[in-house]
């Protein structure tokens, strides 16, 4: 049997990579939520794939489903006029029965897939036991500017307590968008609204959209991958970033609300990729937007033992000329001129001060970020953080030399000077082969 090197080598780099993250997540709780869209395109089979992984690794999984197209079906065949306010579904009488005829059909279906053992597939022998229940108790949404939204309702309470105990039994949680009162009543209540306060209420390490885009973008169309809080709500309101998609719209402000009331991590991720929830999960880079509600990261200063992790940064800069080599012995010699900006015991970013007190002056060297973790303002913040520290030791201005990354520099207050304008000792190590520009900056 031939085998494809290159495939082999790219899976076995993969799987490694991955290792760090089946560590972290196993026995953490992991919130899911998709539209009824993943049925009806038929992408619940595939999704179905993914979740069987998180069983298998002991992830606590709890999946939220939607409705929207399933119920519009049920009010077509029965003759019921549809009608949505803002967005937001008027559930009279006969809706109701159109949306428990729809929530049934779903929890069915998603059931049945989550079920399948087929041989030869990736739900071999997969055993996902289900559970769903009276988890959500709600309350009627009420009259709303005139509008009397009749059975629909928003959540009041999750029965955290029941669902933590089916999750310690190693199943996963079902929940659809029903919830129900003391009274008995049945309510209609959203996708978002249930995943949410669920989230929350169950401390989840994290809260999984799977919507229609790739995620929140910039003016450009960018994908952000990850935003902190204020960042996600200002993406909303800032003319900068552009128009938000109207999925985006919906379930960003559900992930900033989930961060601040306890959640970890909040992503959006396209439904539409196959394996999108792994890639997300078990790579550095994901591949939707993640929401945090502050940056984990940490500036301190570099100590011996980060070497390592700083040269796994700047070598692939070194091989496509945009940083000088760094000798190892040098680097361990001059570690207390080093800034490292850390995620836990990685090291994800880095930059030095080289002083020349004669000249109240000071060399910015060296600054790199990983490129999955370039979306977040990072080499801004080491930029910052070198300013102060700079300042702190007196120095009145800061230069860089730049082959490719000029612009960067310009953009943040820097400007074009001369190799005259170095300190002495500087231009006589000014290496000419590379013809590296000055820039500088006074503090």
């Avoid at 049945?112 to 087929?118: D, R, V």
């Avoid at 570690?335 to 002083?355: F, K, Q, S």
């Avoid at 973790?373 to 801004?380: L, V």
Wanted: charged share 25%.
């Amino acid at each position: 049997m031939k085998h494809d090197a290159k495939k082999l080598e790219v899976f076995v780099k993969w799987f490694r990579s991955a290792t760090p993250f089946i560590h972290e997540f196993g026995g953490r709780t992991i919130v899911i939520a998709f539209g009824g869209e993943v049925l009806t395109d038929g992408e619940m089979m595939q999704l179905a794939h993914d979740i069987n992984v998180l069983v298998s690794l002991e992830i606590r999984v709890v999946l939220v489903h939607g409705t929207r197209p399933q119920v519009e079906e049920q009010l077509r065949q029965h003759g019921v006029a549809s009608r949505l306010v803002d967005g937001k579904r008027v559930t009279d009488d006969e809706t109701l029965k159109c949306v428990k005829e729809a929530n049934g059909i779903v929890r069915m279906e998603i059931e049945a897939t989550l079920s399948s053992e087929l041989a030869n597939s990736p739900m071999a022998n997969a055993d996902i036991r289900v559970s769903s229940g009276n988890f959500i108790t709600a309350r009627p949404f009420g009259v709303v500017n005139g509008v009397d939204y009749g059975h629909t309702g928003r959540v009041r309470k999750v029965d955290v307590e029941g669902i933590n105990r089916r999750l310690d039994d190693d199943e996963v949680v079902l929940l659809s968008p029903i919830g129900f009162s003391p009274s008995g009543d049945i309510y209609n209540c959203t996708l978002e609204d249930v995943a949410t306060s669920v989230a929350t209420a169950l401390k989840a390490d994290k809260l999984i959209f799977l919507v229609e885009t790739q995620g929140a973008t910039d003016a450009k169309q960018k994908l952000l991958t990850e935003l902190t809080a204020q960042q996600a709500a200002d993406t909303l309101v800032n003319v900068k970033y552009g128009g938000q998609t109207e999925d985006i719209r919906l379930f960003l402000p559900c992930a900033i609300q989930a961060v601040r009331e306890g959640v970890k991590r909040a992503h959006l991720i396209s439904r539409h990729v196959d394996g999108a929830l792994l890639i997300e999960l078990f790579t550095h880079h994901g591949i939707g937007t993640m929401v945090v509600l502050e940056s984990p990261d940490i500036l301190r200063d570099a100590k011996p033992s980060d070497v390592e992790g700083i040269l796994a940064i700047i070598d692939p800069l070194v091989e496509r000329g945009i940083l000088v080599a760094r000798d190892r012995s040098a680097l361990e010699k001059e570690i207390d001129r080093y800034t490292v900006l850390a995620e836990g015991e990685e090291i994800i970013g880095c930059a030095a001060l080289h002083p020349y007190p004669a000249d109240k002056a000071g060399e910015l060297a060296c600054l790199a970020v990983n490129p999955f973790y370039r979306d977040g303002g990072r080499g801004e913040r080491i930029l910052t953080h070198i300013e102060k520290r700079a300042r702190d030791k007196g120095i009145k201005s800061l230069f860089v030399l730049s082959t490719q990354t000029m612009q960067w520099f310009v953009e943040r207050g820097f400007v074009e000077s001369d190799i005259s304008k170095l300190p002495a000792e500087k231009q006589a190590a000014y290496n000419k082969e590379r013809r590296s520009k000055v820039y500088t900056k006074q503090l």
